[in-house]
């Protein structure tokens, strides 16, 4: 009879163990609720005053004096007191936990201990965030869900174009019309171009001109040039093509100044210009000089054009995406004050330190870590701000080559005309050397 028993428990045991693996396979969302979501509000209910005590949020209280007759009774030694905390409440990424503050304590230390709360919890990441005065909630996903990311949906607006997934599962949304100019540096193959693609792919379908400047050739924007209203391949064109913004600008600034509108969304729609986005890619091409007056010169234009644009495109239409692999002050002082113009961050993995530094450090020093901890696996990982001030991690979804070139093919037809860009673009007669 033993030996039947064992087997039989052994043969439960196997199936529990497949099944569970199944189960954490291709239902992950069931596994977390049956099996992670216990284990975890178990070790964190468990885990709570050791972990408070061990990152300094207990506040030591001293116990009360007791009074036997006239004597006062000290000596008590001072104890540590957790702050108190809610029981986990399961979600499906993970658990939230909220944390009554006591009487002077402030989230920093809490924001310290996320890395505690992780390892302690053993959970993916930990958010500290406070959704009112005296409480904190704090946000455990139990596995990275960017691993592998659903499709989000989102509605479709002018200007606006769903990219990818957030790590709490919403939308990553880029709109133009809420943040109007975006930065985006990633290291090579860390998913830049594609990002790039299926902000294309999603812009092609809508009534906006879209303008390349891309000075290694056209190699990358040059796959949709069919849907583009005009294409920069060199440092030389992207002079004439900012330039030629710029002057457009200056028009559209006098159109509103007659209408007495204070941005193009306000004129009528018979008088609306079109507006404009311009997808720069490879920023340090047009920023780095290479020695020559020519260069150095064609340099300071560009620095110059854009940071124009980016001062007073919002209200006009026009619109900047700026890419590059690396954003350092070494490309010179107009990248700086380009950057401040640029209030939609995404940095990718990058290879310095620096340009995470200088992508989302003025903006949030959390955020410049986390980007920073993005592997080379993690290719369409970033970080990105949101429209209110926050930050998360996202993927974009894949859009593959073929998929963007077809999108920009198929709405070639619709691509707005700019001839005073055109015009700046022709080659003068006995020039085209
Ligand atoms: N969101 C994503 N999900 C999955 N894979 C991705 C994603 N984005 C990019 N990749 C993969 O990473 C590879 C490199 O991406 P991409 O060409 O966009 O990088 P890049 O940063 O533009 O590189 P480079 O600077 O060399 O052009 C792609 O071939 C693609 O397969």
Redesign the pocket.
């Known amino acids: 009879m033993g030996p039947i028993l064992l087997a039989l428990g052994l043969a439960v045991l196997a199936w529990v163990v497949v099944v569970g693996d199944l189960v954490r396979r291709y239902r992950p969302v069931w596994h977390w609720y049956l099996i992670g979501y216990p284990a975890a509000a178990y070790r964190v209910v468990f885990t709570w005053r050791k972990v408070a005590m061990l990152n300094d949020l207990a506040v030591s209280k001293r116990p009360p004096r007791g009074l036997l007759g006239d004597l006062v009774v000290k000596g008590d030694p001072l104890r540590p007191v957790a702050p108190r905390i809610s029981f986990p409440r399961a979600n499906r990424m993970g658990l939230t936990v909220l944390v009554r503050l006591h009487a002077g304590q402030t989230p920093v230390t809490f924001l310290k201990a996320a890395d505690a709360f992780v390892h302690a919890w053993k959970v993916h990441a930990v958010r500290v965030t406070s959704p009112e005065r005296g409480l904190l909630l704090l946000t455990a996903t139990a596995m990275d869900p960017l691993l592998r990311?659903g499709l989000a949906s989102a509605p479709a607006e002018l200007l606006s174009a769903l990219i990818?997934v957030l790590e709490s599962g919403g939308a990553w949304v880029m709109n133009l019309r809420v943040v109007p100019h975006w930065l985006i540096v990633?290291?090579?193959?860390?998913?830049?171009?594609?990002?790039?693609?299926?902000l294309i792919t999603q812009l092609a379908a809508q009534p906006v001109a879209l303008v390349g400047i891309d000075c290694k050739g056209g190699m990358?924007l040059g796959l949709f040039a069919d849907r583009l209203s005009a294409l920069a391949t060199c440092r030389r064109e992207a002079v004439a093509v900012l330039s030629a913004l710029v002057v457009d600008m200056q028009d559209r600034m006098s159109a509103c100044r007659s209408a007495g509108a204070r941005s193009i969304w306000e004129l009528p729609d018979k008088l609306r210009p079109v507006p404009v986005v311009v997808i720069v890619d490879?920023i340090a091409e047009l920023y780095l000089s290479d020695g020559t007056r020519e260069g150095k010169t064609e340099a300071e234009q560009c620095s110059t054009l854009l940071l124009r644009i980016g001062q007073l495109g919002a209200a006009l239409g026009l619109h900047l995406v700026v890419?590059g692999?690396r954003v350092g002050s070494d490309l010179g002082p107009g990248v700086t004050a380009l950057r401040a113009q640029l209030g939609g961050r995404i940095c990718?993995r990058v290879n310095d330190p620096g340009t995470a530094e200088m992508t989302l450090g003025d903006l949030n020093k959390d955020a410049v870590a986390v980007a920073q901890s993005i592997t080379a696996e993690e290719?369409?990982?970033a970080v990105c701000t949101g429209p209110d001030g926050g930050w998360s991690r996202a993927?974009?979804?894949?859009?593959?080559t073929e998929e963007a070139v077809s999108t920009a093919r198929k709405y070639a037809a619709t691509t707005p005309e700019l001839p005073a860009i055109d015009r700046a673009l022709e080659v003068p007669e006995g020039d085209d050397k």
Request: proline share 7%; charged share 25%.
């Open positions: 990311p990818g990633g290291a090579t193959r860390s998913g830049k171009s594609t990002l790039l693609a299926r990358e490879e890419a692999q990718h290719r369409g990982v993927r974009s979804h894949l859009t593959p």
